[in-house]
Each structure stands twice: as C-alpha cells, then as structure tokens.
C-alpha cells in the first residue's frame, strides 16, 4: 500500500466566542461565516459589513488620499491639451500589461497622443531603464508614465528628469530608502495602513489614474466598464490582495467580463473554454485560464501581442492574437513542467541542505527566464520553504537572474534588502520578488540568506501551511451551505477561499483521473453514512489512499449534464487514528506528529500530549497506541476490533524508544 501523503503543517485558528457571538447578533448571519469573519480578521460590525457588502463603505476621494494625483492630473492634461507626446513604460507581467492596455484605452479615448514600450525580459530585465528613457526622448517624447514599475529605478528616473522629460511614476511594489526624482508618484505603499487603497495593484493605481483623469475632463462616459474588465483581469492574475477597494471593485468587474465589450478578453475566453452564459466569473476563472495565458506571453514571447489583444476593436486581430496567447501557454506550460523536473531532481539528488539553512537556493544554466517565477511558486508549495531560483543570463553568464517566493514567515523584499550590497536590480514585496547579480557572489548570498532566514524561520516551518477555518462534518455541506460560501466571493490573496477539515474519513472508492485523484468519501455520524465525491488535482502519485484519513478540503459546485452537486476539491491529508472518544481536533497543537524507519519499514508517530497518548501506524493501517507510563496498549485497525498488548515485550519497546526519539528531534 502506498502511504505517501502530502507532508503539510495544519493550522487552526481558535474562536473568540464573544466577537463571534456579537457578529451573529448585529449581522443576522451563521455561526460559521461569523467565524469566517473572524478568521479574516473583520471583528467589528462595521467592517463585517464593508466586508459582506462591499459597497456599504463609503470611500474617501482618490484625490485626497494620493498626494500627487493632482500633480498627475495637471501634467496629463496639459500633455492631451497641447498634444504633446505621452510614453507609457510597462511590464511584461499581467499586471504590467494589462495597466498599459488600460491607459492606451483610456488616453487615447482621451485625446492623448500616446505610445508605449515594455522592457525586453531577456535583454532589459524588470522596469524601466536607460535604454528606453534614451530612446523616448529621441522620440520627443514629453511625458513618460510607467505601470507597475518605476519605483525603484532611481537613475533611469534621474536621466529622464536631466533629459528634461516629465515622469509620473504608477507602482504599488515596496519602496526603496530613496525614492526616484519624479515628477509625481503614485504608490498606495505611501499611504496610511488603513486606506482602503493601500492593497490596490499596479493596474489598480492606472485605473485610478485614468478614471480621475476622464472625470476631471467629463469624459468619463463608454469608458469605465472596459476600463474595470482589465481592472479585474490584472488584479487577480498579479495575485493582489482581494481586500478594500480591490474586494469592492472586483465584485463589479467579474460581473461585466462574461459580456465583455473587449474584443480581446470575448476571444480569450472563448480559447479558455469560458461559456457566455456564465452570469459572473469566479476569480480562479481568472487566475487558472485567463491570467496564465495573458502571463505566457510576458514570460516567454513578446508582449506586444498581449498589448494588441486587450487594445483592439477588430474581432479578426482579437481571434488572432488570443490563439497566440493559446499556443504560447501551452509552450510554457511543457517548458515549465520540464524545469520543475530539473529543479526537483537538482534539490532531491545533490546534497544541497536547504533545510539547515532554512531557505532554498538553486541556480543552474539554461533555464528560461521567463518561467522560473512560476518553478519558484511550485517548489515553495513542494517544500513549504523559501526559494530562490536562478538562472545564468545567455548574454553575459556573469549574471545571474531570478525570482524568489516566500511563506508565512520569510518577507522576500526584506530578505532582499538584506543582500543588497551583493545585488544588482531587485524589487518585490512580502511573498516574492526578482532580482539579479553578479554570478561570483552566489555562495555570499546564500550565507547572507541564510542568516536572514534564521531571524524568522524555525525548521517546523518548513512544510506547506494549511490553514483551517472550521471543522465540519459531511451532514453540515449540503447546496445552502454552498450558497452562503458563495455569497462572500470574490476569495484571494488575504482573502483564502474558505478551508474545512473532516476527520476519521472513510474512502469507499478511488481512481487515478489522469494524475488526478478522484474518489467517493464516507463519514459516519450517529450510525448514519453520508457520502460526497472529491477531487484532489495532481494527486495520482498518492494513489491508493489509506482506508481511513482526515481531510481539509475546499466545497465546490460541480455542473455536470445538467445536474448540480457539491463535491469537495481535497488540498489536504493525513493518516488518522482510531476513533478517540471525546477527541478535539480542534487543539491541532497539542499534536505532534513524525515518520521514522525502523527494521527496514516505515512508520508515521503521533503523540497526543493531551491525552498522554503515543500511536504508532505501520504501513498495513494498524496502529498500537499506549498511554504514558502503562505496560498495556492496544493494537489494531480501529479502537473497536484491537486488542491488548504487553508492550514491555522487546519487539514493542524498542518501536516506542525509536518513535519517542524521533518525535524529540
């Protein structure tokens, strides 16, 4: 049998019955989203509100929360006024293009006379730089606006300003200790903590930017709903937090895109498979079909099709351009699938140490630049560590170029900072970033990482984190339970898609789904079995399952033929043991958990310190548990059928002796 399952740490966040109570009371709700609230952070009745109605809140004027809007306004305008030249400098991300898109629209619905550059991924690396500041002032260009860069290219900003250009700098990444000699900079990082804007993307501050400036010259009219589709489609592919302005905005936006008035985004959608008769899109409609392929071509082709797709009126060029994005994600996607390969057999076969140095660093040649954020994020879910992946430029193998993911305790723009003096150009924020330098400072900077890590990273932290709302049992999931879930959409980044655990689950049937697992799961409360199917995508090397085994799971509404069911998309398992009366599963901490060798065979440990417990289950499913300081244990599948054992018996104790050992690392 196959006990491999996926090594996670499970996190439960207890209640505060009083806030709890006091949300179901004021707000009329469940006890479990008052829960879901309180998970989330949203203690107060006024932000329960903002929160189930995102519109309640009323919002402070952009104008007086950014304080160089105004500075903005005045120098577009003049441009369109005086029909000067106008350069946007984006990015070659979703977010970076996407808010290039959205300006083009917007100044050239405008009057503006406006063009654009993106930096070569290959040959310019991240954000604005000397090259293209020197070729728009050959242009005559007057005024350059960059997207979802800027905010750190200080000598770039610098040259522009000495060329006698105007800058506005659009960003929302962290900011550097000395901010660029621009004209004016919009950055929600410059605002209060507490403003709703402060969560805004790259996309979100150019959609701020062209709405206030169509509003000051009343031209607002044709412009907004195409303005808040690319709104939408660049916040969640840029993973951006789903809280205040963001949350409210995109509420309205996955409303309008199943009716687009973009040529571009109706032939995307119908490349992803997405129907017209959806009435809303849900973010991971976004995040898994649309976003990916807007992104493929930033990674690995040239942006400017992108660019063209969500800038044309003429169905042809849309169909066009929306097959390349098609074909180019499906390059991406073998030629990612082959690096994560590599990455994976690099990390498992070569002695690299990573969980000493509590960080993971990995740089081989040949790698493409373009996908290697996306190996980063797939092996820090591998791994549940900090990763930081490179690769050797094919231009000048003196440099090395790469990104960096982290989790819940490891802040990548900080660890970067950390290493600056060994850098070159590096930016990002707290769950990831790029960066690039010189190649012979590798092994510096993986000691400098390492001390960064030992600040805030302990060794249990290196799993994949789950974290858990709520136990529920398979009687509570029912379509009405789906329906109140689904009320609280849009789910993201600060905002998790609500995750349940179900122990002592029972698996009545299985099958490998082309790598997938599907399979039917029992529960039985009070004598009555309740069955529901579930997903669990990438799974097959898992395959069999244990009989029995505690689950975390997302709900889903599955259409199928017409008919709809819920079923549970499975992002988590674990062995359980024999049912325990009056066990809470709830106080995951006082658990630990352990696999050790012994004898040749494998075994997974398990002490609960509140009950005094040791359980040790070997490969076959039976499981000998014994209490602290009694010579008599219990052996067996389940506590009903075992039996009675003398574990003083040298074949008993020496197991316990290894798995108390272990348990001690």
Not at 326 to 348: D, G, H, M, P, Y
Not at 409 to 433: S, T
Not at 481 to 510: M, S
Request: hydrophobic fraction near 40%; charged fraction near 25%.
């Amino acid at each position: 049998m196959n006990n491999l399952l996926p090594d996670q740490r499970w996190e439960i966040k207890s209640p505060d019955p009083e806030i709890i109570n006091q949300l179901i009371q004021t707000l009329g709700v469940s006890p479990l989203v008052a829960r879901l609230l309180f998970n989330r952070d949203i203690k107060t009745t006024e932000d329960a509100h903002s929160y189930i109605d995102p519109e309640w809140e009323k919002l402070p004027p952009p104008l007086k929360e950014f304080p160089d809007l105004e500075m903005s306004i005045e120098l577009l305008k003049n441009a369109i006024k005086n029909q000067e030249k106008i350069a946007i400098c984006g990015d070659y991300d979703a977010d970076g293009m996407t808010s290039t898109a959205l300006l083009l629209r917007a100044l050239k619905h405008l009057g503006g006379d406006v063009t654009y550059a993106i930096p070569s991924r290959q040959k310019d690396g991240y954000g604005i730089n000397e090259r293209i500041v020197k070729k728009f002032a050959e242009e005559n260009i007057s005024l350059i606006l960059t997207v979802d860069n800027g905010i750190s290219a200080y000598e770039p900003i610098e040259l522009a300003i000495d060329l006698g250009l105007d800058v506005i700098i659009t960003d929302h990444h962290d900011l550097p200790e000395k901010l660029p000699p621009a004209n004016a900079i919009l950055n929600p990082k410059l605002l209060s903590e507490n403003s709703p804007y402060r969560s805004l993307a790259g996309v979100g501050v150019a959609y701020i930017l062209a709405i206030t400036l169509a509003q000051e010259l009343d031209l607002l009219k044709g412009l907004t709903a195409q303005l808040l589709e690319l709104f939408t489609l660049g916040t969640i592919a840029d993973l951006a937090p789903l809280t205040g302005v963001n949350r409210r905005w995109l509420k309205r936006g996955l409303k309008l895109i199943p009716k687009s008035q973009i040529k571009g985004v109706q032939a995307l959608m119908q490349m992803a498979g997405i129907k017209e008769e959806q009435k809303e899109l849900k973010p991971d409609d976004i995040g898994f079909k649309l976003g990916p392929r807007i992104n493929a071509i930033g990674r690995i082709d040239d942006p400017q099709i992108a660019i063209e797709l969500l800038t044309t009126d003429e169905e042809g060029i849309a169909l066009e351009r929306a097959m390349q994005c098609e074909q180019t994600n499906q390059e991406r996607q073998k030629i990612c699938k082959e690096i994560v390969k590599e990455a994976i057999e690099l990390i498992e076969t070569i002695p690299i140490n990573w969980q000493e140095k509590r960080v993971l660093v990995i740089v081989k040649s040949g790698w493409h630049h373009g996908v290697i954020g996306i190996v980063a994020s797939r092996l820090k879910d591998r791994y549940g560590a900090p990763v930081f992946i490179g690769t050797y430029e094919e231009e000048n193998p003196e440099i090395i170029r790469g990104s960096a993911r982290g989790i819940e305790e490891f802040n990548v723009f900080e660890a970067l900072n950390y290493c600056q003096d060994l850098l070159g150009k590096y930016g990002g924020h707290k769950a990831a970033g790029g960066f690039s330098f010189p190649a012979h400072n590798l092994l510096a900077i993986e000691e400098r990482l390492r001390e960064f890590a030992y600040q805030s990273v302990e060794p249990h932290h290196l799993k994949p984190l789950v974290k858990i709302d709520a136990q529920l049992d398979f009687s509570q999931i029912n379509q009405t339970l789906y329906q109140e879930l689904d009320h609280l959409q849009p789910w993201g980044i600060e905002n998790n898609e609500p995750i349940f655990l179900t122990p002592q689950v029972k698996i009545i049937e299985q099958e490998n789904l082309k790598g997938n697992l599907k399979c039917i799961l029992s529960q039985n409360i009070k004598g009555k079995a309740y069955h529901i199917k579930a997903m669990a995508w990438g799974w097959g090397d898992f395959i069999p399952l244990p009989s029995f085994i505690d689950i975390v799971y997302k709900i889903r509404e599955n259409l199928w033929q017409g008919e709809i069911n819920i079923q549970l998309d499975l992002v988590g398992a674990r062995l359980c043991d024999p049912p325990l009366e009056n066990t809470n599963y709830e106080n995951l901490s006082n658990i630990k958990k352990a696999r050790f060798s012994y004898n040749g065979k494998q075994y997974d440990c398990s002490l609960w310190e509140s009950l005094n417990e040791l359980r040790i289950r070997n490969e076959q499913g039976k499981v000998l548990a014994v209490k602290k300081g009694q010579k008599i244990g219990l052996l067996g599948i389940n506590r009903e059928n075992s039996q009675q054992v003398d574990v003083t018996q040298l074949k008993f104790y020496a197991l316990i002796k290894t798995a108390l050992a272990t348990l001690e690392k």
